[in-house]
């Protein structure tokens, strides 16, 4: 009966201790300590070593797939917005997105290709 008892309260335990973790982070990426990711249809920046989240981007529609650029000053995502989604770059501290892509179809952000002086999405 004990057993029974604390193999109970054991799976309670993992019960609410995963309920705690926020399973909706999205398509993260890492650069130093600064982790960007896709949570809530915004783009998101956190410290790896703890601290509160910081929402880079709030527009209507939906971001995903954020990507930080290699010096680390930037991070171009996918902004889905009236239907069509194409590439944007936000400040690392957020701020006002500019669009890199008119495409009439689907544009995705994939990364940071360095070309020459200056990097390129």
């Known amino acids: 009966m004990k057993t029974l008892i604390l193999m109970i309260a054991l799976s309670l335990l993992i019960m609410a ?3 705690l973790a926020t399973e909706l982070l999205r398509e993260p990426s890492l650069k130093g300590n600064t982790l960007v990711f896709a949570y809530a ?3 998101w920046k956190a410290d790896i070593r703890g601290g509160d989240a ?3 981007t709030s ?3 939906r971001e995903t797939a954020p ?3 290699p010096d680390g000053k930037w991070v171009a995502f996918t902004g889905q917005y009236e239907g069509n989604a194409d590439v944007y770059v ?3 501290d957020g701020g006002d997105a500019t669009r890199l892509t008119y495409h009439p179809t689907t544009d ?3 990364g940071w290709a360095k070309q ?3 990097d390129f999405i």
Do not use: C, E, P, T
């Open 17 to 19: 201790n995963s309920s």
């Open 41 to 43: 249809n915004d783009i």
């Open 54 to 56: 910081i929402r880079l």
């Open 59 to 61: 527009f209507q529609g």
């Open 67 to 69: 990507k930080i650029s």
């Open 90 to 92: 936000v400040s690392i």
């Open 108 to 110: 995705v952000a994939v």
């Open 116 to 118: 020459g002086a200056n």
